[in-house]
């Protein structure tokens, strides 16, 4: 069975930063390209960043210079540091694997950012 756990949510002020973890169990992670989304209320959920298995990332517009997506292929975490925080970032933020066209999410963790 398939888990994503998040952990690492918060509240935040404005400028500060937090990190996000995501343990993934089973054996999705070393096959599966890992990424982090965001919902927002009223939002559709969106792309913030991802990384594949090979340790290559991309990143959506409004995180590039903020926000860096990791992974740790030993302990099956993926991560992402998030700096310079705006009340903009305040969302649930989801845990997601890709593997073979399959998505896997994680239950969401709340990031707060007060201004």
């Known amino acids: 069975q398939v888990q994503l756990v998040e952990s690492g949510g918060g509240l935040v002020q404005s400028g500060g930063s937090l990190r996000l973890s995501c343990a993934a169990s089973g054996s999705i992670f070393s096959s599966s390209t890992m990424g982090w989304y965001r919902q927002a209320p009223g939002k559709q959920r969106e792309l913030v960043a991802r990384i594949t298995i090979d340790g290559n990332t991309n990143y959506a517009d409004f995180v590039k210079g903020r926000f860096t997506i990791s992974r740790d292929n030993a302990e099956n975490v993926v991560s992402l540091q998030m700096n310079s925080l705006k009340s903009e970032d305040t969302a649930v933020y989801y845990c997601?694997?890709?593997?073979?066209?399959?998505?896997?999410w994680g239950q969401g963790t709340q990031v707060t950012v007060s201004s």
């Open positions: 997601h694997a890709n593997r073979l066209f399959i998505n896997y």
